[in-house]
């Protein structure tokens, strides 16, 4: 089935369409002129007054002075909006701007009008390309003069509210780096004191210490050998001394009663060759200690001299004495004192030899007692480094945490410390007037021209609406006729085909007189229309009252 060619849309007869029901058209047009214009008379006039509030930089930088907060102007608007918007504020508002104060208002409950002054109060922050920033304050209502006055006491407000707060602010920060100053202070204190008890606790096993640890462990063990090798020298003397002091008491043990001389010896040889004898030991002694010159060695030499005398003396005598079988002959009694004398004193000698010897052993006794105890010492002292040295890395670590406690709360505490002073310098620029501040850069002026009804929309709606509803009765109408007016639908509908068409004749007078009054209404309709658009546009475009103002005028003078 082949489709069905669209229907090609014909003007003429559209136009003829509304031709026939321009009477739906222009009497929709007219009403709503007039609804539009009465709605333009009759609605309340509401009046917007606003002023701009400049947000002016501080004059320092914050290059130079860090800010304290980073609160953006928008957000401390905002803050100051809600403060402001509060009931005890809008409460002074409404007093002050006297709002509500007609007798239609008498009846109306506190809260309604704080709500009614909330919701018609706007606040908006505005940006420019330069980095500028300022906010309008706008109020709505019905009386300019009051809006105005309320505009401007909410703008007052502003710049107080803004001072206080920001004031606030500023004291509230250096309060609280204050108080936080004062806490990192008490931390840094407490880790110093920490710090400095551990190093006092561990004096001498610090990391630092580790080099001069090592060094005196050294030296401590080079003198640890030291005494060990002193100590051995000590006790080969103190045997060597306990060797000799046992001899020289068996000798002088030995010793007779009589002569001085050891039994065994006087047994075995003469006394003379004993005394002899005794002499040169003697004389080796004194040598070693005088000279060949001094008087006792020259004396000792003498008498050892006497006494090989004596001794060849006795051995020839002896000699002859076997001889001849008689007795030996008598000593000389002074020479043999004298030798008795020498013996004696070396008896003495021996004997003060003797003493020296327990004297050097008990020398060696103490000094081998007081070796032992600086080993036992030096030992002591060893442990003790070794213990320090093994503990280092262990001390090492302890220490690396408290200092870098101590380091966070230090690099805490100087930040703090800079905020601080930062704070102060806040707290000054907010007492001289230096800080960010609000400046009024347009003042509310007494609105002239109301901001509703906007009768521009108004003048739009009605004759949007006038021509909408004339129109579509129009096509709605003819939509629901059912009668044949175009040859196309007689083709359409009886399947014929249409050869021609004749027009409509009016042959009576009166017809003729209709359609002649018909046409002078719609030419007078047509103008009262116009004439209501003129006077409705003029409202939009004019005013309200100017118009109003005008048409009493020229009433007054036709009918007065």
């Not at 402001?84 to 409950?109: D, G």
């Not at 007037?433 to 002239?448: E, H, I, T």
Request: proline residues 4%; hydrophobic residues 40%.
């Amino acid at each position: 089935m082949a489709e069905e060619a669209p229907k090609p849309i014909k003007i003429d007869y559209y136009v003829d369409l509304v031709l026939r029901r321009r009477w739906l058209l222009i009497i929709s047009f007219c009403l709503a002129m007039i609804t539009g214009i009465y709605l333009s008379i009759t609605l309340p006039r509401i009046y917007m007054s606003d002023t701009l509030i400049l947000v002016e930089p501080k004059s320092i930088p914050d290059k130079y002075v860090e800010p304290l907060t980073e609160v953006t102007v928008k957000e401390r608007v905002s803050t100051i909006t809600q403060q402001v918007k509060s009931r005890t504020y809008l409460e002074q508002v409404i007093i002050k701007a006297e709002l509500f104060s007609e007798p239609e208002y008498k009846n109306m409950l506190l809260e309604e009008k704080i709500a009614n002054v909330r919701q018609n109060m706007k606040v908006e922050v505005k940006s420019s390309r330069s980095g500028a920033e300022s906010f309008t304050i706008s109020f709505e209502g019905k009386d300019p003069d009051k809006i105005t006055k309320a505009v401007n006491i909410l703008a007052e407000y502003f710049i107080n509210e803004s001072i206080k707060l920001m004031r606030e602010e500023v004291y509230a920060a250096s309060k609280f780096l204050q108080e936080e100053l004062k806490t990192k202070s008490e931390n840094l204190i407490k880790v110093e004191n920490a710090l400095k008890e551990y190093r006092t606790s561990f004096m001498g096993g610090l990391p630092e210490q580790l080099n001069s640890n090592l060094g005196m462990l050294s030296g401590l063990r080079g003198q640890l050998n030291t005494k060990q090798e002193s100590l051995r020298d000590e006790n080969v003397r103190k045997i060597q001394l306990e060797s000799q002091m046992s001899d020289m008491r068996r000798e002088l043990e030995s010793y007779s009663a009589g002569t001085g001389v050891p039994e065994e010896i006087v047994k075995k040889e003469p006394e003379s060759v004993i005394r002899l004898r005794i002499l040169r030991d003697e004389f080796s002694k004194i040598s070693r200690r005088y000279t060949g010159k001094h008087p006792d060695v020259i004396k000792m030499k003498k008498l050892i001299a006497d006494a090989e005398a004596e001794v060849e003396t006795e051995a020839e005598a002896e000699a002859e004495s076997k001889r001849t079988e008689a007795e030996p002959k008598a000593e000389n009694p002074k020479k043999k004192g004298e030798a008795d004398l020498i013996i004696a004193k070396f008896k003495e000698t021996k004997v003060r030899q003797l003493r020296d010897m327990e004297i050097q052993y008990d020398e060696a006794l103490r000094a081998i007692k007081g070796l032992e105890q600086d080993i036992a010492a030096i030992n002591v002292q060893i442990e003790q480094y070794e213990k320090r040295i093994e503990d280092t890395p262990k001390r090492e670590q302890e220490l690396l945490t408290l200092s870098r406690d101590y380091e966070n709360i230090k690099d805490s505490y100087n930040k703090l410390l800079t905020r601080k002073l930062d704070a102060d310098i806040a707290v000054s620029m907010e007492m001289k007037a230096k800080g960010q501040k609000f400046r009024v850069l347009d003042s509310a002026k007494v609105p002239k021209k109301p901001v509703s009804p906007d009768i521009k929309k108004l003048l739009l709606m009605c004759l949007a609406g006038g021509l909408g509803v004339g129109g579509g009765l129009i096509f709605l109408l003819d939509l629901l006729d059912t009668s044949l007016r175009r040859p196309e639908d007689i083709e359409l509908l009886l399947g014929v085909t249409v050869l021609a068409t004749i027009p409509n004749v009016y042959y009576r007078r009166m017809d003729k007189i209709k359609q002649k009054i018909e046409l002078v209404l719609t030419y007078i309709f047509l103008g009262i229309g116009f004439s209501l658009f003129a006077v409705f546009a003029l409202m939009a475009f004019k005013n309200v009252e100017y118009v109003t103002d005008k048409a009493t005028k020229v009433v007054t003078k036709l009918f007065l």
